[in-house]
């Protein structure tokens, strides 16, 4: 076999799964974008602008998600880097697999039923009356953006933590030795060499956790009681409520069109921060 | 068996069979801490007529069939029973509302057996050629005559049977009247809203379902439950959207947080008002003055149900008049069937929540199908609840 057909042999199933899986449900959703709502519900073709014409009725989901996102995005870093430092660099070798392993027993249990967990914790007799038995009375949680981003923080910081764990846990200790025998602060030496050098497990933390968080609809669902909605939640509402495929389409696109350049923009920036070192990738 | 049970006293037996029947404990954990399971067992042995005989021997109808149902619609004892007589496991799927319900069936390959559409949806399944007619000659239970008419006619399109009839219900509100500080129980849809915004501020929640929650808001200024009328609906959004930074939820899953004080007042089904009235006596079950939704669930069996013969099993099994009686017991719904309704107590079917009093009851409409397949009402929802 050459070596041309050895690569295109290695690239076929991931170019077959990518082609199947992603660029063809993808060309179905621009299709049903231009077309219109069926009598019953449903798609039937036409061409028509009139579903993007339509957008603005959903602003407020876009807007929802295009500030609990990367809200949500900061708060799971500010939790997520202490603790990760403290496995990486602080935590001696005997305690940090069993401290490891802790951090991901969560993900065998459904995050369905983790977010319903909450629901108790945040609802009324959970820590409003708990507050109010230390004078703090009339506190609402549950079904406010607040609990949507508690929810948040909990459900996705394990994938805050493995990223910015790797990147420490890789992290040449003899810098750190090193800048201290040129006489830097311990300060000074975190932000100008632990820091730097974590960068690219931010990096990937920060953009793992905002693409999905962008999809996202079961926490806002769950913990937003219909009042915190979501672009997701949008979309569960337009196929599965009042069936109208077509405008469902165009907010979907406009979805992935709004993420591709906020992505981009994040990337650009994050190229900027580590530009100076070539060891800076995103996976 | 090792454990000595004791004896049990009627009142924890109750509290073990509600437990069970609600699925917090499982058939076993209940037929051993009643002794029931011993017991069984010794009867079982002792008389040979007690030994369960199914009705079909096992496998005949394949191992499982899928019910696609709304909440808190079931005993699951009966589902049980089913499974013992038959071999057949019954999946259940609960759904929020009839829109989804449609939608999953329009997208196809939804795998149910068998399902539960109401009254107003089921002209549009026929017209979309989504459920099959049923064969009578396969539901020897089925008895037409014996059920109310005007609970069991939208079973049956052009002359020809698709469906039969499980329950029939109103959609009320749930208030908590202890909130109330001594004023008078709510009576009317406008004293709802208003009150929502106002003394019940942060404590109402609303059905995540557009034909009630629609309607119950047309009913505020008088319209017609089913109005497709685009300048009422524009004064219902309107109110909606001025009532919503009120409310605590846009949710069909209201008990939990009625049952703990979260929510105080709440869009209801006649069952869900019973089973927290029963529980809870100060949460009381009101049906608007000016009216509201009056409904009728059928049993159905969509086009291309893989396991047609344990749908007909399963809807056959329900219908039998003794089940049904244990379901009505067990979910708080009233029945249509003459049938069932001579088999169940007295204060059953004297109880104001499911059988209310005829001047509120004809001020009910029954869901329109156009109400269903109108575009303008399920956008309507959909910006309302993302606003």
């Known amino acids: ?283 | 068996m090792t454990k000595d049970n004791g004896t049990i006293s009627k009142q924890k037996f109750m509290e073990e069979l509600r437990r069970y029947q609600k699925g917090s404990v499982t058939r076993r954990h209940f037929l051993g801490v009643t002794g029931l399971g011993m017991a069984t067992a010794v009867l079982g042995t002792a008389i040979p007529g007690l030994r369960p005989r199914p009705a079909f021997a096992a496998g005949d109808i394949g191992d499982r069939v899928i019910l696609a149902t709304w909440p808190n619609y079931h005993d699951e004892m009966n589902f049980e029973a089913f499974t013992e007589a038959t071999g057949a496991h019954v999946q259940v799927n609960v759904f929020g509302s009839n829109e989804e319900m449609l939608a999953k069936l329009q997208a196809g390959g939804s795998g149910w057996d068998v399902f539960v559409p109401t009254n107003y949806t089921i002209t549009t399944y026929v017209g979309e050629d989504l459920i099959i007619p049923l064969d009578t000659s396969k539901l020897p239970n089925y008895d037409a005559g014996s059920f109310e008419q005007r609970f069991s006619d939208a079973g049956s399109v052009d002359g020809q049977l698709y469906a039969v009839p499980k329950n029939w219900g109103t959609t009320g509100f749930a208030v908590n009247t202890s909130k109330l500080d001594g004023a008078p129980t709510p009576t009317t849809w406008k004293e709802f809203w208003d009150l929502t915004m106002e003394g019940y501020s942060g404590r109402t929640m609303v059905h995540d379902y557009q034909l009630t929650t629609i309607g119950n808001a047309l009913k505020y200024f008088g319209y017609s439950f089913n109005s497709v009328d685009e300048k009422e609906l524009a004064d219902a959004e309107k109110l909606l959207l001025d009532a919503k930074p009120h409310l605590f939820a846009i949710s069909s899953d209201y008990q939990p947080p009625m049952r703990n004080g979260d929510a105080w007042m709440t869009m209801c089904w006649t069952g869900d008002g019973k089973q927290m009235n029963v529980d809870m006596p100060e949460i009381a079950y009101v049906l608007g003055t000016e009216g509201g939704e009056l409904w009728s669930d059928y049993y159905a069996i969509p086009k291309g149900a893989p396991h047609m013969d344990a749908a007909y099993a399963l809807i056959d099994f329900l219908l039998n008049p003794e089940v049904n009686a244990k379901e009505v017991l067990a979910h708080g719904y009233p029945s249509a069937d003459a049938r069932t309704n001579a088999l169940l107590p007295k204060e059953l079917l004297e109880d104001p929540i499911l059988y209310p009093a005829a001047d509120l009851l004809n001020a009910l409409e029954f869901g329109a199908a156009a109400t269903l397949t109108d575009p303008n009402r399920a956008e309507l929802l959909a910006r309302f609840k993302s606003a």
Do not use: H
Not at chain 1, 46 to 60: G, H
Not at chain 1, 227 to 240: H, I, M, R, T, Y
């Open chain 1, 1 to 283: 076999m050459t070596e041309r057909g050895r690569k295109a042999l290695l690239l076929a199933p991931a170019g077959i799964w990518l082609l199947v899986m992603l660029a063809l449900p993808l060309l179905v959703v621009f299709v049903f974008s231009f077309g219109e709502r069926g009598a019953a519900g449903g798609y039937v073709p036409a061409f028509t602008l009139e579903q993007y014409a339509n957008l603005p009725a959903r602003w407020t989901a876009f807007k929802n998600t295009l500030i609990l996102a990367p809200l949500g995005t900061i708060a799971a870093l500010v939790i997520a880097y202490p603790l990760a430092y403290f496995l990486a660099v602080r935590c001696s070798p005997k305690w940090r697999t069993s401290l490891l392993i802790l951090v991901i027993v969560p993900f065998w249990t459904s995050i369905l039923i983790r977010s319903y967990a909450w629901i108790f914790i945040l609802g009324g007799r959970g820590l409003p009356a708990l507050l109010e038995s230390i004078g703090i009375d009339d506190i609402r949680l549950i079904n406010t953006p607040f609990a949507v981003l508690v929810g948040i923080v909990y459900g996705y910081l394990p994938l805050m933590v493995f990223p910015i764990f790797v990147s420490l846990d890789k992290l040449d200790k003899r810098l750190l030795e090193a800048s201290a025998d040129l006489g830097s602060t311990p300060w000074r030496t975190f932000r100008q060499v632990t820091l730097p050098l974590s960068v690219p497990g931010i990096a990937t933390g920060c953009m793992l956790v905002f693409i999905l968080l962008m999809g996202e609809f079961l926490i806002p669902a769950i913990l937003g009681g219909g009042k915190v909605f979501f672009v997701g939640n949008a979309l569960v509402d337009l196929f599965l409520q009042s069936r109208n495929w077509a405008y469902g389409s165009a907010v979907a696109m406009t979805l992935v069109v709004v993420m591709l350049v906020t992505v981009s923009i994040y990337m650009k920036f994050i190229s900027r921060l580590g530009g100076q070192r070539e060891d800076v990738s995103l996976m």
